[in-house]
């Protein structure tokens, strides 16, 4: 089986956007190109003139060039672009999607295109945090891909749980399959990123990191909050996923932070000391199994920088459980955020990296791209 080798994969997103999935989908093309493996991301939409997964890369992608294909604006142009590049291609085609939406397209495209095209279907979000119209859509998208997996433990029972109380426990027949994602390790621990260098002159400062989208359940607001209460002299934040200065501005709250940076890459700031992660999620009641380890925890433990998050059972990462670089924090109690936050930064150098190292292979993106092959191999 590894000797054996695919022509090329293609991998389907919804954008590139900054996010945990466009960040996966450019993982698994680094990991293929290491690999000698050819792959495309099709993309349903078109540049946007913002910000990308792909800007965030910067120098690395310029150095690991990743084809990439836009599909068009609107359904019609995607779907007629669809079929134009399968025609072009090879009489098989694998497609991994990580667009629940763009399975349908792909599963017609072989009617019009007389070719064999599968189309396997990765999950990467708690079904519960759709709404019912959405998620219904969702479910059905899912009908028409050879087999559907879950990047998480947690979105396998979410799914399990809906289609159980609801309708489609009637006749959803589709078994899912559980797949943890993991990230790419030469790009996070890449030595030629450009550093960021927070205080440098004094390094004794301690920053909190929030690394996400500014959303109310990706925990911005909490982040606020809890910034409001620790820093000070010897305490900084940084905050690293933003659109833009405006977008900060309008929210009032540029002064509340030392530091504001636009997209950086956690392996931009891996030479700072006394960092500490913070992600404060917070999924609301309808989610049943919260799951608090995003890629950028990942990212921050093959670095050595501790992380605090919100209620996590490990289901997905057993792994994790006990480790010092991974803590979980009731963002209700002052306290409690602050003898986490001071037990993290406690955590000497040597004793982070040692730590980072024995994780290596629970993080690994590894795993889940033999997931890929072996379906690529099987498939064809």
Known sequence: MKNKKPECVLILVDNLNVGGIQRLSLDECYWLKAENINNTI????????ITTIVDVDGVYFDTNKIQIV?????KITQFCNLI?????????SI????SAGGVPFVFLSQIFTFKK?????WIHQAITLSKRRQANKRIFY??????IFFGAKHFQNEWQDYVKNSIWRFFYYKQGYFDRIGVFLPRVTWKEHEQVHFCKNLPSISHLIFASRMSGWKGFEKFQEICSNLIGNEIHSIVMRINSRENLDARGTVNEFEHCATN???SEIYTNSNLVHFYPTSYGEKVRYPQSIGLNVLEFIALGIPNLISQESFLTFPELRNSPLVQVVNWESLRDVEVAFE???SLDAEERWKEAKSLLGAISIDNHMDTILKEFLEGN
């Open 343 to 345: 037990k993290a930064k």
């Open 42 to 49: 099709l993309v349903l939409g078109e540049p946007t003139g």
């Open 95 to 98: 497609v991994i999607s990580h």
């Open 117 to 121: 095209i599968k189309v396997f279907l």
């Open 70 to 74: 836009y599909l068009g604006k609107n």
């Open 142 to 147: 899912s009908l028409f891909s050879v087999k």
């Open 84 to 92: 134009r590049f399968f025609r072009k291609s090879s009489k098989k």
């Open 264 to 266: 950086l890459s956690p």
